[in-house]
């Protein structure tokens, strides 16, 4: 049963400060990891998504890496700021194989990162 | 190019009713997925419908039930509500065998159990 767990459960830090966000998992057998953001009360949005031959993503201040063989992934926020403050949550797309050899997979997530950054 | 949309936004109810909450994926997508967030955890799979039929389910009692439309739009069906079931439901959609691709989530309905 694969599980996902992130560190730290929530940071607070100044504005302008590089941050590092952890997220683990149990089982290598991956498509791929992603990193999403959800702000208070709304759904989630993709921020970066790594597939399982890759070893990190960028897109602006943000970079993810992955290594599948240790199952831990992180996601690097640089110059932060106050609008990057969010909930962050790591999810993993896991293999299911079926019939006909058409795979179907569902995200294991971890709980999350709540991170504030204060001006 | 609209994205996943769901309805209700908030819906209330009480212990022993049963609820519908409804999805149209992004356009594009034929795979739907319903994911499960109680306030302050990270969202639980609940099932997957692709085709019209269900093809992966998480650990939810058979109270949790749903059905995938010829359109794509999918919908979840929970029969007599418990105050646990209190929480964010999610829809996510996606192009079935397409792993490149992120999944597209909506902004959710909030169902709160009195």
């Known amino acids: 049963k694969q599980e996902v767990t992130q560190i730290p459960a929530a940071l607070s830090v100044p504005e302008g400060e590089n941050l590092v966000l952890n997220c683990s998992f149990t089982?290598?057998?991956?498509?791929?990891l992603q990193w999403f953001r959800q702000d208070p009360g709304k759904g989630l949005t993709s921020l970066l998504l790594?597939?399982?031959?890759?070893r990190e993503q960028t897109s602006g201040r943000l970079n993810a890496s992955l290594d599948k063989s240790s199952g831990r992934s992180t996601l690097y926020i640089a110059a932060s700021q106050p609008g990057d403050s969010a909930t962050y949550l790591c999810?993993?797309?896991?293999?299911?194989?079926?019939?006909?050899?058409?795979?179907?997979?569902?995200?294991?997530f971890g709980q999350g990162t709540i991170l504030t950054v204060h001006p | 190019d609209a994205g996943v949309t769901q309805s209700p936004t908030h819906l209330i109810k009480t212990r022993g009713q049963q609820v519908t909450l409804r999805c149209s994926p992004k356009?594009?997508?034929?795979?739907v997925s319903w994911y499960q967030q109680a306030l302050g955890q990270g969202p639980q799979f609940i099932f997957q419908?692709?085709?019209?039929?269900?093809?992966q389910r998480g650990n939810f009692p058979d109270r949790f039930s749903g059905h995938q439309f010829p359109n794509y739009s999918s919908e979840l069906n929970v029969n007599a509500l418990l105050l646990g079931d209190s929480a964010l439901y999610l829809c996510?959609?996606?192009?079935?065998?397409?792993?490149?691709?992120?999944?597209?989530f909506g902004d959710g309905t909030r169902l709160s159990i009195l």
């Open positions: 996510a959609s996606s192009l079935a065998g397409n792993s490149n691709q992120p999944q597209h």
């Open positions: 089982d290598s057998a991956i498509y791929n």
């Open positions: 790594i597939q399982s031959s890759q």
């Open positions: 999810a993993v797309l896991s293999k299911s194989l079926r019939a006909g050899g058409t795979s179907y997979g569902k995200l294991t």
């Open positions: 356009s594009g997508h034929d795979t």
């Open positions: 419908y692709y085709e019209e039929e269900e093809r």
